[in-house]
C-alpha cells in the first residue's frame, strides 16, 4: 500500500457529504482508468470549503506507487455531489522523472566531447567588451594586440576572481594534501612560469613533466616531491681497489692449437717407431742358433749318415734358416696390412682439421 502524501493543510470544516462519497468517486475513476487499474482506497484530503479529494491505489504494473485522485464538490445546500477532476498523482514510492534542469545548467565541466559547441551567453558575467577599432594608429594597435586586448570580449574582473577562487582551491592549490606533505613551494621552483597576465601574481604553468602538476595552472604556494631544488646529497665513497687472494694460486694451461698438434704429431711418430721396432727380425747370431738347434737333432739322429751328408747338412741348415727368415717377414707384413698405421702428414692434417 502506498502511504498517501499529504499537502499543506486548509483550515476549513470537512463536509460530511464528500467525505462518504467514496463510491461516487470510484466509479468516476473505473470510467476514466478502468475496472481493473483502480485499487483500494487510501484516504481524503480536505481541499478547501466543500472540496474534497479521494485517493485510490493503481494497480497498473508501470505506475507503481502512483495513485488515481478524484476530487469531489457539491453547492450549497445540495444533497448530491459533483465530480470536479480525475487525474493519477505520483505518491512518495512513485517513479518520477528528475526534476527538469535547463541545459544552461545541466551541462558540467567536463561534459563537453570532441565536435560539441557550448555556446556562450551573450549576458556572460564573466566577459565584458574587448577593445573596439576607434582609427587608432597603427603603433597603439600594435600595444593593444600585444596586451590581448584585440578580441572581441575579453576576462571581466568578476570571471578572474571566479577563476583565481576555483583554482586555489582546487587540487593544485596550497591545501591539497601533496602540498601539505612537501616544504617545497612553486614560486622557488625553476620549472614554475608565471602567468604573464595579472592572475601571475598567485598563478603559474608547471612544466616538470614528472610532477602531478605538469601542464596545468598551479598557485605559487602550491607545492611538490618533484621541485628543481630537491637534491640528494650522497656521501663521496672512494672507490676500493681489486681484491687479489695472495694465499694460493690456479694454474691454466691454455692450450693452443698448435701445440695440441705438436703432441698428437710426436704421440703418432711414438706409435709409429714401436710397431717398426716390433716387426724388425732378430739378430742374425740368433737367428742362427735358433735355427742350428732345429737341425741338430735331425742330424744326429741318422747313426749311418755318410760324410758327404754330413757336408750337405749345412746347406739345408742354412735353406731352413732363410725359409724362417722369409716366414717371419711374412708374418710382419701380414700385420702390417692389417693394421695399416697412418703417416706423419696424415696425422697432423687430421689435427689441423679438428681444430
Known amino acids: 500500500m502506498t502511504p498517501v502524501k499529504t499537502p499543506e493543510a486548509v483550515r476549513a470544516k470537512p463536509d460530511a457529504i464528500c467525505v462518504a462519497a467514496v463510491e461516487p468517486a470510484r466509479e468516476a475513476a473505473i470510467v476514466e482508468a478502468g475496472a481493473a487499474q483502480v485499487g483500494e482506497h487510501l484516504g481524503h484530503l480536505v481541499e478547501g470549503e466543500r472540496l474534497v479529494t479521494h485517493y485510490f491505489a493503481s494497480t497498473h504494473p508501470g505506475y507503481r506507487g502512483w495513485r488515481w485522485a478524484v476530487t469531489l464538490t457539491r453547492a450549497s445546500r445540495a444533497k448530491t455531489v459533483t465530480v470536479n477532476e480525475v487525474v493519477m498523482l505520483p505518491g512518495d514510492e512513485a517513479i518520477v522523472a528528475p526534476e527538469w534542469v535547463p541545459w544552461s545548467e545541466r551541462v558540467q565541466p567536463g561534459d563537453l566531447r570532441p565536435g560539441d559547441l557550448f555556446p556562450t551567453l551573450p549576458d556572460d558575467p564573466r566577459l565584458e567588451p574587448g577593445f573596439t577599432d576607434t582609427g587608432a594608429p597603427d603603433d597603439v594597435l600594435a600595444v593593444v594586440e ?78 611538490c616531491g618533484a621541485h628543481s631544488d630537491v637534491v640528494i646529497e650522497a656521501p663521496d665513497h672512494p672507490s676500493t681497489e681489486h681484491a687479489f687472494d695472495t694465499t694460493g694460486y690456479d694454474e691454466l694451461a691454455m692450450e693452443t692449437v698448435a701445440d695440441a698438434v705438436r703432441e698428437e704429431l710426436e704421440e703418432a711418430d711414438a706409435v709409429q717407431a714401436e710397431v717398426e721396432a716390433a716387426a724388425e727380425p732378430d739378430s742374425d747370431d740368433e737367428v742362427q742358433a735358433t735355427a742350428a738347434e732345429a737341425p741338430t737333432a735331425e742330424v744326429q739322429a741318422p747313426a749311418e749318415v755318410q760324410a758327404p751328408a754330413e757336408v750337405q747338412a749345412p746347406a739345408e741348415v742354412q735353406e731352413t734358416a732363410e725359409v724362417q727368415e722369409t716366414a717371419v717377414e711374412d708374418e710382419t707384413v701380414v700385420e702390417d696390412d692389417e693394421f695399416p698405421m697412418p703417416t706423419a702428414a696424415e696425422i697432423a692434417a687430421e689435427a689441423s682439421a679438428n681444430y
Open 146 to 223: 600585444e596586451l590581448g586586448l584585440g578580441r572581441e570580449r575579453v576576462l571581466s574582473q568578476e570571471g578572474r576572481d571566479e577563476a583565481a577562487d576555483r583554482w586555489y582551491a582546487g587540487d593544485f592549490g596550497p591545501a591539497s594534501p601533496i602540498a601539505q606533505a612537501v616544504p617545497y613551494k612553486c614560486h622557488s621552483c625553476g620549472y614554475w612560469i608565471r602567468l604573464n597576465d595579472s592572475l601571475g601574481q598567485a598563478f603559474g604553468g608547471c612544466t616538470n613533466e614528472m610532477a602531478p602538476g605538469e601542464g596545468r595552472i598551479v598557485s605559487y604556494d602550491y607545492g
